[in-house]
């Protein structure tokens, strides 16, 4: 029981992480239809929706993130200690616990995300609300993307992705 607890609070961290990034930037996405956009402001946004879409939110998480948090996640549930239980939402998206590869591909693209999230920050108006509504989009594939993970890894005969474990 204690490793659904564990399970559950790892995906809803994650949730509330991502859905906060979600919130947050939608607001300031939808800012941008508060200016006059010219026709160059219409194609970036076209631009960034569907590149964003595609680079993030299906290569990014539909692809390599999202199958492998829903294996950790479903590892979780059976393979619980103290640690990985306090820190399921960081467990399960592979900041430890991992193999050292992917360990330093995580850390590395955390810090990329953050280097770019401070260089969009730096964009007025409706720049960024372009880049943002992209990011957005991209997030809520991944979010979605990682639901269905994880109901394919609980309630499927057997889930074929690995945890990558140490």
């Known amino acids: ?43 970036a946004l076209a631009f960034s929706v569907i590149f964003m879409g595609f680079a993030e939110g299906y290569r990014g998480f539909q692809q390599a993130w999202s199958p492998r948090v829903a294996a950790r996640i479903l590892y979780l549930s059976q393979n619980v200690s103290p640690v990985r239980f306090i820190f399921a939402p960081l467990f399960c998206m592979g900041f430890f616990s991992i193999v050292r590869k992917r360990m330093i591909v995580t850390y590395c693209l955390t810090l990329g995300i953050i280097s770019m999230v401070l260089l969009v920050h730096q964009l007025e108006q409706p720049w960024r609300g372009i880049v943002d509504l992209g990011v957005v989009t991209g997030l809520i594939w991944g979010l979605t993307s990682l639901l269905l993970f994880s109901i394919k890894a609980f309630f499927s005969e057997g889930f074929e992705h690995s945890p990558e474990m140490p």
């Open 1 to 43: 029981m204690i490793g659904y607890i564990a399970a559950l609070w790892g995906i809803s961290g994650i949730f509330l992480l991502i859905g906060s990034a979600i919130y947050r930037l939608s607001d300031i996405g939808l800012q941008t239809f508060s200016y006059d956009l010219s026709w160059y402001h219409w194609a």
